[in-house]
């Protein structure tokens, strides 16, 4: 197996993070109480996670047995909480750290998968489970039609995130640190780039 060193860590935390205060914000915006809150800010940045390490056969899920994982989640919920007039201010926030785990998410999802000696293909759709696990069970909770059955590109930009991960370790193109960084700028870019200037997949008319 791979060697998942300090910087994988470093990112998987961070995508924790970002996540759970997208699920926090999104928790505080309908009215929850304080458990609910944290318990949503939990699913939101473990709940990939921990989906792809039963996939992998890594049991326990390292969201439950590393209490760094919970620790995250539960300072980015009591942050949120504290500053939330101050996260109130940035722009769309739920949008803004949602596709931050989104690309987070989506490379160390793959970079584990191949870590444990999984195929490209294994890679790829997990790094893509990872990074929309945990957006799907935040709006299933807040009773949302989950972002990743829209129009708008979210899954997409996971895929790209994995591909560029599994394509660039498979030929070597960079170091493992470095392909990672641009795989998590170039999914972040396309995931905000398609807000901005409202890019969608097709959608189909019923008429």
């Not at 994982?69 to 009591?78: D, E, F, K, N, Q």
């Amino acid at each position: 197996m791979e060697e998942l060193h300090t910087f994988y860590y470093f990112l998987d935390l961070a995508g924790t993070f970002a996540f759970a205060i997208s699920g926090a914000t999104a928790a505080r915006e309908r009215g929850l109480d304080l458990f609910g809150i944290c318990a949503v800010a939990f699913t939101v940045a473990c709940g990939g996670g921990i989906t792809r390490d039963l996939c992998i056969g890594a049991i326990p899920p390292e969201g439950i047995t590393n209490w760094l994982y919970l620790s995250t989640a539960m300072v980015a919920a009591i942050m949120t909480i504290w500053l939330y007039p101050i996260v109130k201010k940035i722009n769309r926030p739920v949008i803004l750290f949602d596709a931050a785990g989104l690309a987070l998410f989506a490379v160390t999802g793959a970079r584990k998968a191949l870590a444990f000696g999984h195929n490209a293909e294994v890679a790829i759709i997990l790094g893509i489970v990872t990074a929309v696990g945990g957006g799907i069970l935040r709006d299933i909770l807040l009773n949302r039609v989950p972002i990743v059955l829209e129009k708008e590109i979210y899954a997409s930009a996971a895929l790209l995130g994995a591909m560029i991960v599994v394509l660039g370790t498979s030929f070597d193109w960079l170091t493992s640190d470095w392909i990672s960084i641009i795989a998590i700028f170039v999914s972040f870019s396309l995931r905000m780039l398609a807000l901005r200037y409202h890019w969608n997949l097709p959608i189909f008319s019923n008429k």
